[in-house]
């Protein structure tokens, strides 16, 4: 998988947006960039996931650079169940998940706060 | 429509014993794979079954072993438990045709004595 450096942890207010930067400089043309979150002794759930253009749904939106390098989560309305450990992921290869493992980092720690 | 399933949510064995875990993929998909998650630790990649067979592995002894029957449903088997194989252990699903995501269940949290 394409390495990934995420920001160990960040802080945002209740009711403010939560943007979580991901680095991924080295992904190539076919390959996607995941986000899942990992709310505390929970399975991983999966957010949201892009390949060139900017995504979103009802969880959040995804905002990925012109250059693929970067990537940006971004929770518009953060609540204290929000908090959780991120994870950006870029899975090798052409395509989804499916055809392999994925690879997780440390993630980013996000704590909402009142 | 249900998610992933696993059984069961908590176990506890003592060292060299033998564990079995199970999963049940979310309604249509055909693959499953297996994390295991130390404490503090991102999951880490066991294995992948499709069709029956083990398609992936990552950097896992032998000790570690599973099975996916017909109906896709899976087992991830440990042998000679250490106390380092305590941790919560996760199945994912997904469908194998197309780029599809993988969805996690709720985890096995095994711990060895």
């Known amino acids: 998988d394409a390495k990934t450096t995420q920001p160990p942890s960040m802080d945002c207010a209740e009711g403010r947006a939560a943007n979580l930067p991901c680095n991924h400089s080295t992904i190539s043309g076919n390959e996607y960039v995941y986000w899942y979150r990992q709310i505390h002794s929970q399975g991983p759930q999966y957010i949201i996931h892009g390949l060139k253009n900017n995504e979103t749904n009802e969880m959040a939106s995804l905002i990925i650079t012109e250059d693929r390098k970067s990537s940006t989560l971004i929770l518009p309305h953060a609540t204290l169940r929000d908090t959780a450990v991120y994870y950006c992921i870029v899975p090798a290869g052409a395509g989804g998940t499916s055809y392999g493992k994925l690879t997780f980092g440390q993630g980013t720690i996000l704590t909402v706060h009142p | 429509d249900a998610g992933v399933t696993q059984s069961p949510t908590h176990l506890i064995k003592t060292r060299g014993q033998q564990v079995t875990l199970r999963c049940s993929p979310k309604s249509g998909h055909d693959t499953v794979s297996w994390y295991q998650q130390a404490l503090g630790q991102g999951p880490q990649f066991i294995f992948q079954?499709?069709?029956?067979?083990?398609?992936q592995r990552g950097n896992f002894p032998d000790r570690f072993s599973g099975h996916q029957f017909p109906n896709y449903s899976s087992e991830l088997n440990v042998n000679a438990l250490w106390l380092g194989d305590s941790a919560l252990y996760l199945c994912a699903s997904s469908r194998r045709v197309g780029q599809e995501t993988q969805y996690f269940g709720p985890g096995t949290r095994l711990l060895v004595l």
């Open positions: 079954y499709y069709e029956e067979e083990e398609r």
